[in-house]
Each structure stands twice: as C-alpha cells, then as structure tokens.
C-alpha cells in the first residue's frame, strides 16, 4: 500500500511524544503529526531551540497543538524525570516516536557512562519506551517507533565493547547503536505479542537526508559529497515520510519496518523494506536486551 499524509484523516485526542522534535527529520515529524490534529510534545534538550521549532511547527500548522517538555538523553536521570513529568499531566500516549540522534561524535561518555551513541540513540531511548510502556499499554493502538539507519546494515553488537571500553570506532559505535534500535524494535514486538499486549512495535529509517545530523562529518569530505547529495539524498520533509507511515499508516504491523523503496534506499517513497538479516538474531536481541534492563536500572515488564 502506498502511505500519503493527507489519506490519513484526523487524529484528534491522539499525544503523540517525538524526541528530537527541534531539527531535522524530528521537526518534519512534528509538522507531520499537528496536521493530523495530533498534540505533540516536543521531547527536546535545549529550551530556546525547542521554541524556535515550536514557531516554525505554528507557522506551518496554525492549528498545531505542541508542547515543549525537557529530555536530554545523555542522562538516564533526565530520562526518568521527564517520564514522570509526563505522567503526571498525561493519562494516555498513542504515539512514541524514539527519533533523537547523534552520529559520529568524538569519543565521549554520557552521564552514565555509555559511550554517547550508544546512550543517546540506544539506551535512553531503551529506559525511555521502559517507563512510558504502563500508558501506552493502556491506550487503544498506541505505537513504539523507533529509528534505525542504513547504518544497521554493518553495524554489529559487540558485547564486549558495548561502550567503547577497549577502542572507539565512530563508524562502529554509530551502526552498532542503529543495529541496536531495531534489535529492541523486533526483540519488543515479540515480548509484546508473548505478553498479549496490543501496543505496535515498529521502526524506521530515513534513507539519507541532509540534517544536522552530519554535523561531524570532516569538511573535506562534505565538500567531496556536495555536488552527490541532490543524487543521493532527500530533504527532511521526504525523508520524515517512512517515520509518519511507521506512526499513522493504516495496514502498520508490529514488526514493521519502513524506508524510503528508491535506489539503495537511499530515497524515494516511503514502504515497507526489509532489514538486514542480522537484526533478527534472536539471541543477540535476548542478550541486548537484558543487559539494557541492567545498564538502565530496571526490568522492562510488559
Ligand atoms: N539524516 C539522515 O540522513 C539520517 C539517516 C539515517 C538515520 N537518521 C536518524 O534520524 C534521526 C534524526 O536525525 P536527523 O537527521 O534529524 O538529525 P538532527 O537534525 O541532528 O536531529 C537530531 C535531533 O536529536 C536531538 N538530540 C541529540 N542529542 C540529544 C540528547 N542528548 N538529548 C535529546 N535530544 C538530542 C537533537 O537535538 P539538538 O538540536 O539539541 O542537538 C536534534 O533535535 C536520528 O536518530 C538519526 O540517527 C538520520
């Protein structure tokens, strides 16, 4: 089935929460959603660049119900804190849509001592779906969408150098933790299903677009890509399309996973696309998992 936003009628009542909603794909997801009448919360690090979003979201969608909340995923304690805050105004979450990344950054350790990809992208967003799970389990088709990347498709888990502890490959630690994201994604879907739950579990990845994502990138080799990224790329209001199909589409399933179906995947409509074949290993996704629940502080008890 081909995923068209403006097929999708009104979804009023609906909160969806979006992480990284400030910049990049975040931001287009946002828009994306307030069309649908859906109120988003703004799951963002930074005040002032959160509401200079929330302006450009209104100037889009004047209608658009959004609300700023305080999330910085370098830090397990802020995960906890804004899940609480969340708690206690909202009795119901249709949508999580665990977008929030970084790719590539120097050596460096979050609060916790993750190793910042693995943190950021992987395991806050681990402890995150954790402590919202009682609300969305309680509210009629809600959805977990996580992000992956085309990066999944070399990365590997290396549990024994999950966190950088032995040597740091920037390259490594990003596919690992995108690898991570949909070995959650599937490993979730089938606890779920175990559990008799009806939350959807499904995931996503953007092709290639140019965000702030690239950030990171040496300035030689941005200035090799320039003249490919009109080839290779699309802007992030395309490159938003597979998120909002994986959050909205009708036919979703738990276990889904959308992506742009062009060349390579790199661009093109949003559909369904398979991932690569390591992110179904069962073993690793058990074992991922359980040592997220250790890292994190917690059982995840669905
Ligand atoms: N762009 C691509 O080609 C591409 C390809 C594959 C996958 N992806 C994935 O798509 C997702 C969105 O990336 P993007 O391209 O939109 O990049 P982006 O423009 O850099 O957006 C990333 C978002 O994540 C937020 N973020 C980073 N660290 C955070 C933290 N510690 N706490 C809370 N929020 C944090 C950023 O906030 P600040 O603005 O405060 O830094 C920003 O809002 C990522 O998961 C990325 O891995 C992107």
Known sequence: MSFNLDNIPSQKGKIAIVTGANSGLGKEITIGLAKKDIKVIMACRNQSKAESAKAEVLSQVNSADIEIMLLDLNSLNSVRNFAVAFGEKYDRLDLLIENAGIMIPPLSKTEDGFESQ???????????????????????????????S??????RIDFDNLNAEKSYSKMGAYGQSKLACLLFAYE???RLEKAGSNVIAVSSHPGVSKTNLFTNIPKSAKLLMAPLLPIFTHPPKYAA??????????DVKSGDYFGPNGFNGLKGKPGKVKSKLHSYDEAVAAKLWEISETLTGGKFIL
């Open 241 to 250: 399309l597979p998120t909002l199909y994986a959050a909205l589409g009708p």
């Open 188 to 190: 979730l879907k089938r």
């Open 150 to 155: 085309l990066a999944h498709e070399r990365g």
């Open 118 to 148: 693995m943190g950021v992208n992987y395991f806050s967003h681990f402890l995150l779906a954790n402590l919202l799970y009682p609300l969305l389990n309680k509210t009629e088709g809600a959805r977990i969408a996580t992000t992956s």
